[in-house]
């Protein structure tokens, strides 16, 4: 697994923290809560991606 992806999550995490926060002050919750859910959104695609490269290598080890 690699690290640097661990890191690319945690920054997206940071940044959309940033973002909504500052759209929160200037009171635009609307937007917030979008920039959150694209952020969750990004985040759970990568995870996804990287479960289905598991499960293929899994396949491909037992030969099913």
Same mark, same amino acid.
């Given at each position: 697994? #690699? *690290? +640097?992806?661990? $890191?690319?999550? @945690? !920054?997206? !995490?940071?940044?959309?923290?940033?973002?909504?926060? %500052?759209? +929160?002050? $200037?009171?635009? /919750? /609307?937007? @917030?809560?979008?920039?959150?859910?694209? !952020?969750?959104?990004? @985040?759970?695609?990568? *995870? *996804?991606?990287?479960?289905?490269? %598991? $499960? #293929?290598?899994?396949?491909?080890?037992?030969?099913?």
């Amino acid at each position: 697994m #690699d *690290v +640097d992806l661990i $890191f690319k999550i @945690a !920054g997206l !995490g940071i940044l959309v923290a940033i973002i909504h926060t %500052l759209l +929160d002050k $200037f009171g635009k /919750e /609307e937007y @917030a809560y979008i920039v959150t859910l694209v !952020g969750l959104v990004f @985040a759970f695609g990568t *995870v *996804v991606n990287l479960v289905s490269k %598991l $499960f #293929d290598n899994l396949k491909i080890l037992f030969r099913l």
